[in-house]
């Protein structure tokens, strides 16, 4: 196990933020994490995966841990389902792929979310009328406090919409090594209400194989979201706000091509795009922050801007969607 000092950590985050840590860590097994964490201050550890779900605006003065455990196991397999149990560090889109060429279904919904498979289950991803949520079985966490690995099931995940219990009153406190996932092998039921994807499917609407919804998704993602590899951002930066359908009837009655979906408790769910969109910001740039033209929930770095750049557009449109529709737009993506 080596440990850097004062690293750069601009390659380790997909905005392509400038910032730096004072200590660097690329941790490949479970067993490196008792030695490193004895002693250690909780609050001095920032947990990496993929970098694409946060947003430096300072330098970290304490450990950055890049969890880098691989692997894929079969655990356990019947004529219906697989369950699988895969290692943290493994890249989702990669996996999805994976999937999709062994027929195991249940995720190709979730096609390009960048990140990892450790951080898939902390927002509890999702795309296209998913979420990972669907599939989970458990997983396997490091407790940084106690030094031991426990196991979480989904009911004490508290899965809610991008959100769970890595994200509220244990955030920060677990490190996640692996996670499991039961998926389908005789696929019945495919998710292809979502407008965009039906479109992309066309004729094989009625027909279409996991495979086929898989390469539509990339094709709809590819055509309107950035590669980070090209122009730096974190994919969908605000959460989709969920409002009550009271709340949503009076928006409605004057904002009348307003979209929504449907949410459990009655509640209902507007684009935050749609919203963006409609207060004027897509395509806006601000020096090298700014909206991405295609997609007005992206924001991106054209090369140059630092975090708090970011951060101050992201609050300049939250502001403004609050002012004209009084709803809450609240960032996706972790701030550090």
């Not at 458990?138 to 508290?158: M, P, Q």
């Not at 609407?205 to 996991?210: E, L």
């Amino acid at each position: 196990m080596i440990i850097h000092e004062n690293s750069s950590l601009k390659e380790f985050n997909t905005f392509g933020i400038e910032a730096s840590t004072r200590y660097f860590v690329d941790i490949t097994s479970l067993h490196q994490l008792p030695e490193l964490l004895e002693g250690t201050n909780r609050d001095e550890l920032l947990i990496l995966g993929g970098g694409s779900n946060l947003l430096f605006t300072k330098d970290w003065g304490g450990i950055v841990l890049k969890i880098s455990i691989k692997g894929k196991e079969i655990i356990e397999e019947t004529d219906d389902t697989i369950l699988l149990k895969i290692g943290a560090g493994e890249n989702w889109h990669k996996t999805v792929e994976w999937c999709i060429n062994n027929n195991y279904a249940g995720i190709e919904n979730l096609a390009l979310i960048p990140g990892t498979i450790g951080a898939a289950p902390i927002q509890n991803i999702g795309a296209y009328g998913v979420e990972i949520k669907d599939v989970f079985e458990s997983l396997e966490a490091f407790d940084t406090v106690k030094l031991h690995t426990r196991a979480f099931h989904k009911d004490e995940c508290e899965f809610g919409y991008r959100d769970s219990i890595f994200k509220k009153r244990a955030k920060g406190q677990y490190i996640i090594t692996s996670v499991m996932l039961r998926l389908r092998k005789n696929p019945k039921a495919l998710h292809t209400n979502y407008a965009d994807l039906r479109f992309e499917l066309d004729s094989l609407i009625d027909t279409a194989s996991i495979q086929d919804v898989f390469k539509s998704v990339c094709a709809i993602r590819t055509r309107k979201l950035p590669n980070p590899d090209e122009i730096g951002n974190a994919g969908s930066f605000f959460k989709n706000p969920v409002i009550a359908s009271s709340d949503y009837k009076t928006l409605h009655s004057t904002y009348h091509g307003m979209p929504s979906y449907p949410h459990p408790d009655g509640m209902v769910k507007i684009p935050a795009a749609w919203l963006i969109e409609q207060c004027g910001w897509k395509g806006v740039r601000k020096g090298d922050a700014g909206v991405y033209p295609r997609q007005a929930l992206v924001l991106v770095n054209y090369g140059g801007a630092t975090g708090g750049e970011i951060i101050s557009l992201a609050r300049e449109i939250q502001d403004s969607v609050r002012t004209k529709f009084g709803v809450v737009i609240e960032p996706e993506v972790n701030v550090i």
